[in-house]
């Protein structure tokens, strides 16, 4: 079992960053890759970031490629999502998972956190 805790978000002007975090509970979690998603209001929620369990290897949605940062701390058993020139598009509720794989689909993760809300103003 793994249990999963965000913060980090909050009211930023565009341009600006955040940086989120990812507390993970359980032995387990360096043996999981952990993906970021976000779902904006109205919206399905949609992949955004995940890094491999061992090699660290990322992958990113394309409108993030070169403003988001994915990494981890598998001592500390933390996932950070660090945001920079954030968009006003980029605002959502964002969530953290656990699963096998860095997948880029959201069901075949297992484990989800309850979301931090990010709002970026124009």
């Known amino acids: 079992q793994v249990q999963l805790v965000e913060s980090g978000g909050g009211l930023v002007q565009a341009g600006g960053s955040l940086r989120l975090s990812c507390a993970a509970s359980g032995r387990t979690f360096s043996s999981y890759a952990m993906g970021w998603f976000r779902q904006a209001p109205g919206k399905e929620r949609e992949f955004v970031a995940a890094?491999?369990?061992?090699?660290?290897?990322?992958s990113y949605t394309n409108s993030v490629k070169g403003r988001f940062t994915i990494s981890r701390d598998n001592a500390k058993n933390t996932v950070y999502l660090q945001m920079n020139s954030l968009k006003p598009e980029d605002t959502a509720v964002y969530y953290c998972a656990a699963g096998r794989q860095p997948y880029r689909t959201r069901d075949l993760y297992n484990y989800w956190g309850q979301g931090t809300q990010v709002t970026v103003s124009s």
């Open positions: 890094i491999s369990w061992r090699e660290g290897i990322t």
